[in-house]
Nanobody
Framework: QVQLIESGGGLVQAGGSLRLSCAAS????????MGWFRQAPGKEREFVAF????????YYADSVKGRFTISRDNAKNTVYLQMNSLKPDDTAVYYC?????????WGQGTQVTVSS
């Protein structure tokens, strides 16, 4: 069974930092582009960040550019999202998936709550 398991979320004050992890099991994703996505209460899920298979190419949603950094460790089959200078608007459940995403790979996500 293929699973993507997100972790590292929590409650943080505005201006703080968190590092999210996405660990894959059941198959290797080392040849796949990966992405982070988020869904805030009452809103649709949105794209946050992309990384190509090697980690040499990344891009970000305008709302997080300059604050968030996506990276990956293919030896560990894990993708990361370093989030700095967090804002209350970043409050959401964060998910990882292939990019473009496949519905079968959506996991439970990890909750990030930023207090003002």
């Amino acid at each position: 069974q293929v699973q993507l398991i997100e972790s590292g979320g929590g409650l943080v004050q505005a201006g703080g930092s968190l590092r999210l992890s996405c660990a894959a099991s059941g198959r290797t994703f080392s040849s796949d582009a990966m992405g982070w996505f988020r869904q805030a209460p009452g809103k649709e899920r949105e794209f946050v960040a992309f990384i190509n298979w090697s980690g040499g190419n990344t891009y970000y949603a305008d709302s997080v550019k300059g604050r968030f950094t996506i990276s990956r460790d293919n030896a560990k089959n894990t993708v990361y999202l370093q989030m700095n200078s967090l804002k209350p608007d970043d409050t959401a459940v964060y998910y990882c998936n292939q990019q473009p995403p496949l519905s079968v790979y959506w996991g439970q996500g990890t909750q990030v709550t930023v207090s003002s």
